[in-house]
């Protein structure tokens, strides 16, 4: 048995009970021997069978049971890819203390969580040198991989220049007979080309031996087998070691430079995907002007505090999440919402502003409330990040087709090497062998997917959409049931007055004492009510006399005149007579889903505000719209029935359930999915947040300041409902892009594969290496190139 002993620092328990839900969790996964907690210090010792469970399990557990553990990260920058990035996450994940181990092919960042208590970061680092890599914390901002670029660009291109001349010179002097100078020394000239581009490109070589002798070979690996083969064996016909009639050191040459500028090439295009998000930041640097004592200052953005006033002037970035508490303008929230209108921002309203924004125009003063990291928008590029480590279940595929193909392709090497020495020459035993080392790619498998995953999370946030995980796109697809909350999803969750009907005097002068009394009140109904009268331009003074009673309405003095604003059990129970017609009329508003406030002035009914929560403009295109796609829509809202019925009819839902808590949507949810249906929840990130954690795709309504605390796989910043439109749209886009790359990189390989073999050498058709490497890094590139078409595309 390999029993391992684990000491876990958890938060958030503050009694025994805690405890006992933790230890139920815990001891229920298959392998765990042991859990020892004590809820003062909030330490636990967990000893677990590692054949059967693993730390990440166990930390799953106590996560599922409403609580967290203290853990660390990580990140370092390492050049793998391919099987070596599969290898090395799993050998992370072995060692103990370590809770997770995710490796991005897109951006080349692997990231470690693990437990503080356990292991240390410089043991982590330790782990990494003793497997062979050299880890390294100083990554180019600008595309996210650590590489002198300016150095590496002029030996890249200098060894392709080298490569190109040796090819030209070995053909022209074999199929013309053109007398070439220096052609009696060919093999000394071929040689020394051969060794410097061997050398320009020593850093690709190495990486792919130390990849092979690690046992996880990867494409590196196969070209320093390609180039050094043919390399040591044209050495050994040059020193008379093997009899041929020519050397192909050319062949080596041309492997690795054509491949050397081709991979250079190949991250300069892959890392605009990685400069595109980092750019998402780049908001966050820079100066700004802080008011202290009365004085402004120009300080770096990473020496404001929370609370400091910082002023900002029109065109100028915001740089800071804050409130406004001076001045006014229009502010472009694009980043956040996708949204090209800009939206006013005063100090009246203490309206709310984040960093990222533009002050288009106008002058505002702002409380910071947020700074350099805890900003809205750091948690935004930290989330499109980490979301680039979550892969989908066919990236997990490719990753093992991978893993076995390099081995495959080594094989298939090795054959063909012994097939054509016993049956023709060295010469073309070599160079088939050398052929089939170049010319396969397993790269494009490896980034097919990832690539068009990183484009598309980078995409949506343009169109002010969120994505938490990589997989959702997959799960997207994937929805049986749409299943809706109703205030603030499919309505706009603000009640609004639609009409006034008066019984006694004219609107003007009912409303306006309405108004008066309604100033005192902080309620939703109230506020909505103030809107009108100012809307209308209905002057009003504040009350003389006001008293508000809990549940039922005001009872206040305005402008001379005693008013009652409330329920019809409030109206009456203050003896002001309700006519039989006016109930009735005011029962048929109810059955819209109108809610009615009565208004009593001077004992006599005067008239009834209807108010109403409407539908948003969006919501019945993109419940026709799931509808066309089968999807099944359903509300389930904590409403009352007759409201609920109203939405549902509006919006041609069959399906409804009112009166729900929380609680009860969760079951509804996991009662669905027991049957075997695949439900996305779409409802408020904070209210909704168990319904839609445990919903197979959870998409939460969220603003700008809710961000970092909303539960959801995708969460809307923009609160439009045509958001879900938008996923489930370009979540098709990204199938079918991920399907074109899987389907080219497959079919690459299957073609020529055999023709390096020399399977078509008896027609006179072969692939020399250095054709056989330009071919696979045009592979690679198109993949990378198609998966960038993505970024383009018109989702609308």
Request: include cysteine.
């Given at each position: 048995m390999s029993k391992v002993v684990e000491r876990l620092k958890i938060i958030g328990v503050d009694c025994p009970s805690c405890i006992y839900g933790i230890e139920r969790k815990v001891v229920g996964i298959k392998g765990v021997l042991s859990f020892r907690a004590d809820y003062i210090s909030s330490e636990a010792i967990v000893?677990?069978?590692?054949?059967?469970?693993?730390?990440?399990?166990?930390?799953?557990?106590?996560?599922?049971?409403?609580?967290?553990?203290?853990?660390?990260?990580?990140?370092?920058?390492?050049?793998?890819?391919?099987?070596?990035?599969?290898?090395?996450?799993?050998?992370?994940?072995?060692?103990?203390?370590?809770?997770?181990?995710?490796?991005?092919?897109?951006?080349?960042?692997?990231?470690?969580?693990?437990?503080?208590?356990?292991?240390?970061?410089?043991?982590?680092?330790?782990?990494?040198?003793?497997?062979?890599?050299?880890?390294?914390?100083?990554?180019?901002?600008?595309?996210?991989?650590?590489?002198?670029?300016?150095?590496?660009?002029?030996?890249?291109?200098?060894?392709?220049?080298?490569?190109?001349?040796?090819?030209?010179?070995?053909?022209?002097?074999?199929?013309?007979?053109?007398?070439?100078?220096?052609?009696?020394?060919?093999?000394?000239?071929?040689?020394?080309?051969?060794?410097?581009?061997?050398?320009?490109?020593?850093?690709?070589?190495?990486?792919?031996?130390?990849?092979?002798?690690?046992?996880?070979?990867?494409?590196?690996?196969?070209?320093?087998?390609?180039?050094?083969?043919?390399?040591?064996?044209?050495?050994?016909?040059?020193l008379g070691f093997l009899k041929s009639s020519e050397t192909f050191f050319e062949a080596s040459a041309g492997v690795l430079g054509f491949v050397g500028l081709g991979k250079f090439i190949e991250s300069r295009i892959r890392g605009r995907v990685a400069e595109e998000i980092e750019r998402l930041g780049g908001f966050l640097k820079g100066k700004v002007r802080v008011v202290r004592d009365s004085a402004v200052e120009e300080v770096d953005i990473e020496n404001v505090s929370v609370g400091d006033i910082v002023e900002f002037?029109?065109?100028?970035?915001?740089?800071?999440?804050?409130?406004?508490?001076?001045?006014?303008?229009?502010?472009?929230?694009?980043?956040?919402?996708?949204?090209?209108?800009?939206?006013?921002?005063?100090?009246?309203?203490?309206?709310?502003?984040?960093?990222?924004?533009?002050?288009?125009?106008?002058?505002?003063?702002?409380?910071?409330?947020?700074?350099?990291?805890?900003?809205?928008?750091?948690?935004?590029?930290?989330?499109?990040?980490?979301?680039?480590?979550?892969?989908?279940?066919?990236?997990?595929?490719?990753?093992?087709?991978?893993?076995?193909?390099?081995?495959?392709?080594?094989?298939?090497?090795?054959?063909?090497?012994?097939?054509?020495?016993?049956?023709?020459?060295?010469?073309?035993?070599?160079?088939?062998m050398a052929s089939v080392l170049a010319v396969t790619c397993p790269c494009p498998l490896g980034i097919a997917i990832p690539m068009v995953y990183a484009i598309a999370v980078y995409k949506l946030t343009k169109f002010g959409?969120?994505?938490?995980?990589?997989?959702?796109?997959?799960?997207?697809?994937?929805?049986?049931?749409a299943m809706f909350d109703k205030t603030g999803t499919l309505t706009i969750g603000k009640p609004a007055v639609d009409r006034v009907i008066v019984f006694n005097g004219s609107e003007e002068e009912v409303m306006r004492v309405v108004c008066s009394a309604e100033s005192r009140s902080e309620h939703p109904l109230a506020s909505a009510i103030l809107k009108y009268c100012r809307d209308n331009g209905y002057i009003y003074n504040e009350p003389s006399k006001y008293d508000h009673i809990p549940g039922l309405g005001i009872i206040a003095e305005a402008s001379n005149s005693e008013v009652v604003i409330g329920s019809e059990k409030l109206v009456t129970e203050m003896g002001i007579a309700i006519p039989e017609d006016i109930k009735?009329?005011?029962?048929?508003?109810?059955?819209?889903?109108?809610?009615?406030?009565?208004?009593?002035?001077?004992?006599?009914?005067s008239g009834?505000?209807?108010?109403?929560?409407?539908?948003?403009?969006?919501?019945?295109?993109?419940?026709?719209?799931?509808?066309?796609?089968?999807?099944?829509?359903?509300?389930?809202?904590?409403?009352?029935?007759?409201?609920?019925e109203v939405v549902a009819k509006n919006l041609k839902i069959n399906e409804f359930y009112s009166e729900l808590t929380p609680g009860d949507k969760i079951e509804l949810v996991e009662e669905l999915q027991r049957k075997g249906f695949k439900v996305l929840f779409v409802g408020d990130g904070i209210n909704d947040a168990g319904a839609i954690s445990k919903a197979f795709l959870g998409?939460?309504?969220?603003?700008?300041?809710?961000?970092?605390?909303?539960?959801?796989?995708?969460?809307?910043?923009?609160?439009?409902?045509?958001?879900?439109?938008?996923?489930?749209?370009?979540?098709?886009?990204?199938?079918?892009?991920?399907?074109?790359?899987?389907?080219?990189?497959?079919?690459?390989?299957?073609?020529?594969?055999?023709?390096?073999?020399?399977?078509?050498?008896?027609?006179?058709?072969?692939?020399r290496p250095e054709i056989a490497a330009v071919a696979m890094i045009l592979s690679d590139v198109s993949v990378i190139l198609n998966s960038l078409t993505l970024a383009r595309s018109k989702i609308m």
């Open positions: 000893e677990y069978d590692y054949a059967y469970a693993s730390l990440n399990e166990i930390v799953k557990a106590i996560r599922e049971a409403g609580y967290d553990v203290v853990k660390e990260y990580l990140e370092v920058f390492i050049d793998v890819e391919g099987e070596e990035i599969h290898s090395l996450e799993s050998r992370f994940k072995k060692i103990p203390g370590v809770i997770d181990c995710r490796i991005s092919p897109v951006s080349s960042i692997m990231r470690i969580v693990y437990n503080p208590y356990t292991v240390s970061r410089e043991k982590l680092e330790n782990y990494l040198k003793k497997f062979g890599i050299e880890p390294s914390r100083e990554v180019v901002k600008r595309i996210g991989f650590e590489v002198s670029h300016n150095v590496q660009k002029y030996t890249r291109f200098t060894a392709f220049v080298l490569a190109l001349i040796a090819i030209a010179y070995h053909n022209l002097g074999v199929l013309t007979k053109i007398s070439l100078p220096l052609w009696i020394y060919r093999d000394f000239l071929f040689f020394s080309i051969s060794t410097i581009v061997v050398l320009l490109n020593i850093d690709i070589v190495l990486k792919g031996l130390r990849s092979l002798a690690r046992f996880s070979p990867s494409m590196e690996s196969l070209i320093a087998l390609s180039s050094l083969s043919s390399y040591l064996f044209s050495t050994a016909i040059m002037k029109a065109g100028e970035k915001i740089l800071v999440d804050g409130v406004v508490i001076d001045g006014w303008g229009y502010v472009d929230e694009s980043a956040f919402t996708g949204e090209s209108m800009p939206k006013l921002k005063k100090a009246e309203s203490r309206d709310p502003v984040f960093a990222g924004t533009i002050l288009v125009n106008g002058y505002i003063k702002v409380r910071a409330t947020r700074v350099s990291r805890d900003t809205v928008l750091s948690h935004i590029v930290e989330t499109v990040k980490e979301s680039l480590f979550t892969k989908p279940r066919t990236q997990v595929i490719a990753d093992k087709i991978v893993g076995y193909m390099t081995w495959i392709i080594i094989i298939l090497s090795l054959a063909t090497f012994i097939y054509w020495f016993t049956r023709d020459s060295v010469e073309n035993a070599v160079l088939f959409l969120l994505v938490r995980r990589g997989d959702v796109f997959e799960r997207a697809l994937a929805i049986d049931i009735n009329l005011v029962a048929g508003y109810r059955k819209y889903g109108y809610t009615v406030i009565f208004i009593g002035v001077n004992k006599v009914l009834i505000v209807l108010l109403r929560d409407n539908v948003k403009e969006d919501a019945i295109d993109v419940i026709d719209f799931l509808r066309k796609m089968g999807i099944k829509t359903v509300i389930a809202s904590g409403d009352s029935r007759e409201t609920v998409m939460a309504m969220g603003s700008g300041s809710d961000i970092a605390k909303i539960a959801g796989d995708v969460v809307i910043m923009n609160e439009k409902l045509k958001s879900v439109k938008i996923m489930m749209l370009f979540s098709d886009k990204v199938r079918r892009k991920s399907i074109e790359n899987l389907i080219w990189a497959f079919i690459y390989n299957l073609i020529l594969v055999p023709i390096a073999m020399g399977a078509l050498h008896s027609i006179g058709i072969t692939l």
